[in-house]
């Protein structure tokens, strides 16, 4: 199974961004999907989550109201839409996956299955 994250880049503040996780090898509709993020010389922290059955959806404080997580069944892919990005959104995005709906296991970060992440660096 791997899990691969894409459209990340370079934007200025304000802006937005949009980031796909198609993960191959499987499908997910019995998982939770979630999104995290790792900025320079800190730890991977939580940024949204969601079941992939239900769309139930879940987000760190950080990012309520800026972000949207999603996913679309047909292309079997997670979406991150980011909008009103700041400087301090600057890190690399993974996607993650866990089995069996639970979203408090992506807020934890009781993740199965991770990706390889992609760069969002946003410029003031």
């Known amino acids: 199974v791997q899990l691969q994250a894409s459209g990340g880049g370079l934007v200025q503040a304000g802006g937005s961004l949009r980031l796909s996780c198609a993960p191959s090898?499987?499908?997910?509709?019995?998982?939770?999907m979630g999104w995290f993020r790792q900025a320079p010389g800190k730890e991977r922290d939580f940024v949204a989550g969601?079941?992939?059955?239900?769309?139930?959806?879940y987000y760190a404080d950080s990012v309520k109201g800026r972000f949207t997580i999603s996913r679309d069944n047909a292309k079997n892919t997670v979406y991150l839409q980011m909008n009103s990005l700041k400087p301090e959104d600057t890190a690399v995005y993974y996607c993650?996956?866990?089995?069996?709906?639970?979203?408090?296991?992506?807020?934890?970060?009781?993740?199965?299955?991770w990706g390889k992440g992609t760069l969002v660096t946003v410029s003031s």
């Open positions: 090898g499987r499908t997910f509709s019995s998982y939770a």
């Open positions: 969601i079941n992939w059955n239900s769309g139930g959806t």
């Open positions: 993650a996956g866990a089995s069996g709906y639970n979203l408090r296991r992506v807020v934890a970060g009781d993740m199965d299955y």
